[in-house]
């Protein structure tokens, strides 16, 4: 989908490594960004959002936004081999006066961490 | 917090054939709820969305149908499966309670063949 779009990867970093992953979206008016998490065969699983420009940090996991580039990254530092798995960038979008969002996603990036 | 529930897990079913997928949500009250599928190669999609009972919105015009005949039950259906409505099926709830200010929670999908 052309609104939010990832670094198509796939990405293969070494354990202990940093593994950097990108997104761009294109709705201006977008407020919530969140990261989610999926193993192959398995659904989604959420592992961090961001609401303001700057970093948030949980963990091994740093989210990054910059809603002046649309643009919102997640790093995670320490690479371990159990982070294998597609990472999906969402966006959500909410339409003035409602209180109904919708979550739209980017395609994924497959992370593989070698040990 | 709540759980979704859905089933059946895995399913094959020929050309031709209806569809029937349900979603039933546990640990809240009047949810919004989501179907997505996950098609190969096209990331996480919007289907439908609704608020509650009766009210349905779809994302996309599609070869299927969404109802809420429950407060806490959302039906997926299709009179006739054609072979592109493939794909991994997922419900969506908000976090944490329902409230639309945070990231969705999943639940574990339906895996539909279409042969």
């Known amino acids: 989908q052309k609104e939010v779009e990832q670094n198509s990867g796939p990405l293969s970093v070494p354990e202990g490594a940093i593994a950097s992953l990108n997104c761009t979206y294109s709705?201006?008016?977008?407020?919530?960004f969140f990261w989610y998490r999926q193993y192959s065969g398995k659904s989604p699983e959420l592992i961090m959002s961001i609401y303001s420009n700057g970093d948030k940090e949980d963990g091994r996991f740093t989210a990054q936004l910059n809603k002046a580039s649309q643009y919102v990254s997640l790093l995670i530092r320490d690479s371990q081999p159990s982070d294998s798995a597609t990472y999906l960038c969402?966006?959500?979008?909410?339409?003035?006066?409602?209180?109904?969002?919708?979550?739209?996603f980017g395609r994924g990036t497959q992370l593989t961490v070698w040990p | 917090s709540q759980t979704i529930h859905q089933w059946p897990a895995t399913l094959v079913q020929p050309v031709g054939s209806p569809l029937s997928l349900e979603c039933t949500v546990e640990?809240?009250?009047?949810?919004?709820l989501y179907w997505y599928r996950q098609a190969a190669g096209r990331g996480l999609q919007l289907l439908f969305y609704?608020?509650?009972?009766?009210?349905i919105s779809s994302e996309v015009p599609q070869n299927l149908s969404a109802s809420r005949p429950q407060d806490r039950q959302f039906i997926l259906s299709s009179k006739k499966l054609l072979l592109s409505d493939s794909g991994f099926y997922l419900c969506a709830c908000p976090l944490p309670t329902g409230s639309d200010n945070y990231g969705y929670t999943f639940g574990s999908g339906t895996r539909l063949t279409v042969v």
């Open positions: 609704s608020v509650g009972i009766g009210q």
């Open positions: 640990g809240t009250s009047n949810p919004n």
């Open positions: 709705d201006r008016v977008s407020q919530s």
């Open positions: 969402a966006v959500k979008r909410t339409d003035r006066g409602s209180t109904l969002g919708r979550l739209y």
